[in-house]
């Protein structure tokens, strides 16, 4: 078991798209960190997002850059974050009625 001290501690950042054109995890993180940026952008990593709204699971040091970013994405998406927990349970709970995303192969 990985001690929490070492690996970091982490947050998720559940997030909305008011324009719903983001298709794929993929177009997502594009729309948040451009090619340009991906040097210096925050670690990320999309738990669930299924065009509309989603959760990313960051490190606790890189929550604020992040939120920052995805606030302030342009080309033409709306993102906004709407909530930060320290559990993934809660956000589901809260936002995806406890649902968890099919596994993909």
Same mark, same amino acid.
């Given at each position: 078991?990985?001690?929490?001290? +070492?690996?970091?501690? /982490?947050? =998720? ?7 719903? *054109? #983001? ?29 509309? +709204?989603?959760?990313? /699971?960051? =490190? ?7 939120? *920052? #970013? ?29 649902? +968890? ?5």
């Amino acid at each position: 078991m990985t001690v929490k001290s +070492k690996r970091g501690r /982490r947050r =998720y950042i559940y997030i909305e798209s008011a324009s719903g *054109d #983001l298709t794929s995890r993929e177009d997502f993180i594009r729309s948040v960190v451009s090619p340009a940026e991906a040097g210096k952008a925050p670690s990320l990593k999309v738990i669930q997002f299924d065009g509309v +709204k989603g959760i990313v /699971r960051c =490190y606790l040091k890189d929550v604020e850059p992040l939120m *920052d #970013l995805i606030n302030g994405a342009g080309g033409g998406t709306l993102l906004r974050t709407v909530r930060t927990s320290g559990t993934l349970k809660t956000l589901r709970e809260r936002y995806f009625n406890g649902e +968890k995303p099919p596994r993909s192969r």
